[in-house]
């Protein structure tokens, strides 16, 4: 029988908070629909006698209205969309490993410096981020770009790009912001496509369907994700996999937010099935740094390193041994 995971059960707890918000909102509106009749009694009594004749017409706003006309329309009004869908909402910093529940609008550049137990040195630039885009107010889309990848300190060393992450999909489904619950819950859908050079690449497609959810109490939140990565074929070899992030994250003088973040791969099958590798990483984040207009500035960096299994060398488990990463985004 398979061991519970308890940082799984863990991040799913994180989603009780925002049903419960949910509950929470349904019940403030009961109240709010039930009106004193005496209260009505005398706002009609103070209206005076009704009339029959023909009524003035209705005012129109131009002010924003989701409902656009044209897509002129659609995109005059982008950053006010933006700016709604993200006041919704929890104002955490997105972590530096975790994908935030959050919606962002934002350029992003990842650089990952891997060593493994052999003592290969594995250097990913970019690490598949990119444009982040809220094209309403309750999605986001993540358009990514193909990392580069260098490996040295081998008898062959090699460099080219891996394979693309090509997209990633958020709905947001519930979220209140730190007035009125700080909570959120979303689900992601990703895909990754076959391109990289063939010491790089897998060989197939990975669709990873994704839960996350996150809370805040006080200048603390923890934010979590749990993705199923599922590959389109090789499934025999590559495997599926539970994939769960959580990071906790502290915010003090505007700028600081220092994190704690735990990965954890289970491998349900493939040559590394029935393994599980555990990552943790202390890191820390500066921003959001005021550049120019909407422009903003976030970097930081962290050290995760392996804390499970015992090296394992046929096939290599944990996949690294240590990494340093540094993150710089560009809200906007």
């Not at 706002?43 to 002129?72: F, I, K, R, W």
């Not at 994250?249 to 349900?268: A, G, K």
Request: include cysteine; charged fraction near 15%.
């Amino acid at each position: 029988m398979r061991r519970p995971n308890v940082l799984r059960v863990l991040a799913l707890l994180l989603c009780a908070p925002a049903f419960a918000g949910l509950g929470e909102r349904t019940a403030r509106a009961d109240e709010t629909a039930a009106l004193d009749t005496d209260t009505l009694s005398a706002l009609l009594a103070d209206a005076g006698p009704v009339t029959t004749g023909p009524s003035p017409a209705p005012t129109v706003s131009l002010s924003y209205d989701p409902g656009y006309d044209s897509v002129s329309d659609y995109f005059t009004h982008w950053f006010e969309r933006v700016d709604r869908a993200q006041a919704e909402q929890p104002h955490w910093m997105t972590p530096i490993i975790t994908v935030t529940p959050r919606l962002e609008e934002e350029m992003r550049w990842d650089q990952y410096w891997q060593r493994t137990a052999t003592g290969a040195n594995i250097d990913n630039y970019d690490a598949g981020k990119g444009l982040e885009l809220i094209p309403t107010e309750t999605e986001e889309i993540i358009l990514g770009l193909p990392p580069y990848v260098t490996t040295g300190n081998v008898p062959h060393p090699a460099s080219g790009f891996a394979d693309w992450p090509f997209f990633l999909f958020k709905q947001r489904l519930l979220t209140a912001n730190e007035e009125n619950g700080n909570y959120i819950l979303t689900l992601f859908l990703s895909g990754q496509a076959p391109i990289g050079i063939t010491r790089y690449t897998q060989n197939a497609y990975v669709i990873t369907p994704t839960i996350a959810g996150g809370f805040g109490v006080g200048d603390f939140d923890l934010q979590a994700t749990v993705g199923f990565p599922y590959p389109t074929d090789h499934i025999d070899t590559l495997g599926a996999q539970v994939v769960t992030n959580a990071t906790l994250q502290y915010h003090f003088l505007t700028y600081f937010w220092p994190e704690f973040d735990i990965t954890d791969i289970d491998f349900l099958n493939g040559v590394r099935g029935g393994k599980n590798e555990v990552f943790l990483m202390p890191g820390i984040l500066f921003g959001r740094f005021h550049l120019y207009g909407r422009l903003r500035l976030v970097f930081g960096f962290g050290y995760q390193f392996a804390v499970s299994p015992h090296t394992e060398l046929d096939p290599l488990t944990p996949t690294y041994n240590h990494a340093w990463i540094f993150s710089v985004r560009f809200p906007f």
